[in-house]
């Protein structure tokens, strides 16, 4: 008797679990990213990692730099792709922009000169204008009046133009770790354009479009996974791509006296890379000339 008991309450069990899993909706599948083996969760509820404490007083030296990303190079291109989304995933503008939209995460002026970055923030319409997609009024022919008439145009935003992004991190040395290491302040999107009377594309232009503070956007970025074309099952989050620095990138500025002018206002072409590479160079070299062999 006992064992008819045992043998129904498991027959009971498994055929409870099958139906609840047969039936979900569709719908329900979509929302939890089902991918018809598992219902990936860890994701959507993942929160950023914890990073270290900092004291000010055991940081012996630091230098603050800001970085150039081509997400048209091969280990960049995680940031760039899905352009459209797909699978639940979306590429990082679209992202930033998801949460500019539903005010989760703050866009700022980007100047020129990356001065005071976090001061001056920007609505959802304002970045819309930066890609020029800002709503205009234009006139069109009213085809069963013939009369020309203002029309109220709504652009798209061409996300598919941001190609390149400016980090800007700091280095420093803690000597109660006695290691270097390395925080992002924040990143900038570069958007890269042709006017739309360039016809023949000859005047290839870059528009900074906005700025955003990294420790602010993590959340967002923990919960949301790029490709792992090695694996699928263990994709990392955008938060993991930059806490692990897993892109490539060269650096474009360094914080100087010289109100912390460009490389490229004071060299060009090979002086250019040449100058990068030493600041670069610098910078890790700081740690080794501290130990003696």
Not at 246 to 269: C, H, M, T
Request: glycine share 4%; net charge neutral.
């Amino acid at each position: 008797m006992k064992r008819k008991l045992f043998f129904l309450l498991i027959l009971f069990t498994c055929a409870s679990s099958y139906s609840n899993l047969m039936g979900q909706s569709i719908e329900d599948l979509v929302k939890n990213r089902f991918n018809g083996a598992y219902d990936k969760k860890i994701t959507l509820e993942r929160k950023p990692a914890k990073l270290p404490g900092v004291r000010e007083a055991d940081v012996i030296w630091s230098k603050t730099v800001w970085r150039m990303i081509d997400l048209r190079e091969k280990m960049n291109q995680p940031f760039y792709f899905p352009t459209v989304e797909s699978q639940g995933r979306t590429n990082l503008i679209n992202l930033l922009l998801k949460g500019i939209r539903e005010n989760t995460i703050t866009a700022f002026n980007a100047p020129s000169n990356d001065e005071n970055e976090f001061t001056v923030p920007l609505s959802f319409d304002q970045v819309k204008a930066q890609f020029g997609a800002a709503t205009k009024t234009v006139s069109r022919r009213n085809f069963e009046t013939g009369q020309m008439e203002d029309v109220t145009v709504a652009q798209e935003i061409q996300t598919d133009e941001v190609k390149q992004l400016i980090i800007k991190e700091i280095w420093y040395f803690d000597k109660q770790k006695s290691a270097l290491q390395v925080r992002i302040l924040g990143i900038c999107p570069i958007r890269l354009y042709y006017r739309d009377e360039d016809v023949a594309q000859t005047d290839l232009r870059r528009k900074r479009l906005f700025w955003v503070f990294y420790p602010e956007i993590r959340p967002l970025l923990a919960k949301n996974e790029s490709l792992n074309p090695h694996n699928g099952a263990r994709n990392f989050s955008f938060d993991d791509m930059f806490l692990i620095r897993n892109f490539d990138g060269y650096i474009i500025k360094e914080e100087n006296v010289y109100n912390n002018r460009p490389i490229l206002d004071y060299a060009s072409d090979a002086y250019a890379s040449q100058e990068s590479d030493r600041i670069k160079n610098s910078i890790f070299n700081f740690e080794q000339d501290l130990w003696e062999y």
